[in-house]
């Protein structure tokens, strides 16, 4: 079987408050099911890039996840040292070519709009259910938001907890929910 590469974002394996927000009872029933979606899609020769805020307290249920981890550092990822230890690459982002796609830049905050000259999508974190939105205008005054598609938010909230292949069906649609 060929190594594939997955991406996804805002684990925060660990995080009380925000298993709770989430809907779980407590951070252990998060963290298992996080980590049982992870293990359903991600083998031990796979690659997944996280694209920040990965594990709150501690890395030990690392220990339990298949494949290889890159971390796109995100705002709440303050143990590089820690990540090194463990053998995990730490970065500030990553471009690849997407074929079919083309050029993409993997964030754990969406860029600035004016950088798409560069890359033609942004995959990212941090917005957990939100989607970063632009308006379209049907005449002078009328606007409607719609979901920006040059933006792929991968916070498990939108990806049914698990990662997702880098491939052209990461764009095929923007939400799980």
């Known amino acids: 079987m060929n190594p594939k590469l997955y991406t996804v974002a805002d684990l925060h394996i660990g995080h009380a408050n925000i298993a709770k927000k989430r809907g779980f009872s407590d951070v252990e029933s998060h963290d298992d099911h996080i980590i049982e979606r992870w293990n359903s899609v991600v083998n031990d020769q796979d690659t997944v890039w996280v694209l920040g805020d990965a594990w709150w307290l501690g ?4 220990r339990r996840m298949n494949g290889k981890v890159l971390l796109i550092a995100g705002n709440h990822d303050h143990k590089h040292r820690e990540y090194a230890k463990l053998g995990i690459k730490v970065r500030s982002m ?27 999508k942004n995959v990212h974190g941090h917005l957990h259910e939100d989607s970063v939105m632009t308006e379209t205008c049907s005449d002078a005054c009328n606007f409607t938001e719609v979901i920006d598609k040059r933006y792929r938010c991968v916070s498990v909230e939108q990806t049914d907890y698990k990662p997702l292949q880098v491939n052209m069906e990461l764009f095929s649609s923007h939400h799980v929910n």
């Open 59 to 62: 890395t030990e249920s690392l």
């Open 94 to 120: 990553r471009e690849v070519v997407i074929p079919g796609v083309g050029n993409c830049i993997f964030t754990h905050i969406p860029i600035h709009y004016c950088n798409f000259g560069r890359w033609v």
